[in-house]
């Protein structure tokens, strides 16, 4: 079992920054792959914003390139999400997610359908 808490979120006014931390714990997060953050708005599907594969390499939502960052720090166990320049647009629910495999790859680390463990989630309000 994989345990992933998220926090950071908030009320922020747009142009300002969030950053958004999760942290993961349990017996298999010794197998987690690679991380991501999703996030899901009101009436909308949820959508892949940003991830991270085990190599490193990241991927961005078209929506958010040039203004978030997602960094992990393995020795931690954490995944981060730096977000600059917010948009009202952005308001949503924001989950971490993990890739939770042990000694071979669900799929590509920029595909939603990758991760199989998952946070309950912080939300992101930005106000125009």
């Known amino acids: 079992q994989v345990q992933l808490v998220e926090s950071g979120g908030g009320l922020v006014q747009a142009g300002g920054s969030l950053r958004l931390s999760c942290v993961a714990s349990?017996?298999?997060?010794?197998?987690?792959?690679?991380m991501a953050w999703h996030r899901q708005a009101p009436g909308k599907q949820r959508e892949l914003v940003a991830s991270v594969g085990g190599d490193g390499a990241t991927n961005y939502a078209d929506s958010v390139k040039g203004r978030f960052t997602i960094s992990r720090d393995i020795a931690r166990n954490a995944v981060y999400l730096q977000m600059n320049s917010l948009k009202p647009e952005d308001t949503a629910v924001y989950f971490c997610?993990?890739?939770?495999?042990?000694?071979?790859?669900?799929?590509?680390?920029?595909?939603?359908?990758?991760?199989?463990?998952w946070g309950q989630g912080t939300q992101v309000t930005v106000s125009s």
């Open positions: 997610a993990a890739e939770r495999a042990r000694g071979y790859s669900r799929g590509p680390y920029w595909s939603p359908d990758t991760y199989n463990s």
């Open positions: 349990g017996t298999a997060m010794f197998y987690i792959n690679a």
